[in-house]
C-alpha cells in the first residue's frame, strides 16, 4: 500500500527519467526521494569537464538522463535533497542560495536548484532538504528522513 522510491546521485536521475513514462496506481501511496542529483546528464557532465562538447555528445547520442520533467509533473510527495550551507538537516525551499558544490554536482547542476530556481516549490508536495554531508558521506542521522517520509505518506 506504500512504495518509498530511494535514488542517490545518477540513482535519482533514473528515477525522474523512469517516471516520465510510469502510471502511478490508485490506492498506493507513494513518496519519492532523489538525494544529491543532478537535474540533467548533459548538464552536469558539461559542468564536471568543464567542456560543453561532452553536453553536447550525452545529448546528441540520446543519452541525456533528466529527472526536472517528470519532478515537476510528479503528482506523489517528493523529497529532494541536496548539500547545502546548513549544520542540520533543513528546510532550503525559500532558500536556494544556500545550496552548494557537494564535490560531484555543482548548485547550479543540481535538480534542487534547477526546481527552486524554477519556482517549483510551489507545487506543496515537495520538500527541499538541505544537509551538511557531501556527495558520497551518508546520513549523519536519518531519523529526520524518515519522520518526513512518514508525515508525506500521511498526506498523500
Known sequence: KEIIGYGH????????????????????KYCFVKSRTFSDL??????LTGSGILGYLV???????????????????EI???TARVHEYT????????ITHDGIISSEASLARKLLDDGEPLLGNKYYMGIPETHNHPFRDPSHLVEKINAMLETA
Not at 9 to 28: F, P, R
Not at 59 to 77: C, E, H, T, V, Y
Open 91 to 98: 528546510d532550503i525551499a525559500g532558500e536556494p542560495e544556500k
Open 9 to 28: 546521485s545518477i540513482g535519482g536521475g533514473v528515477q525522474g527519467d523512469a517516471l516520465n513514462t510510469h502510471k502511478l496506481k490508485q490506492g498506493i
Open 42 to 47: 548533459s548538464t552536469t557532465a558539461a559542468d
Open 59 to 77: 545529448r546528441f547520442f540520446g543519452w541525456n538522463i533528466s529527472s526536472i520533467d517528470s519532478s515537476k509533473k510528479l503528482q506523489a510527495p
Open 80 to 82: 529532494i535533497i541536496q
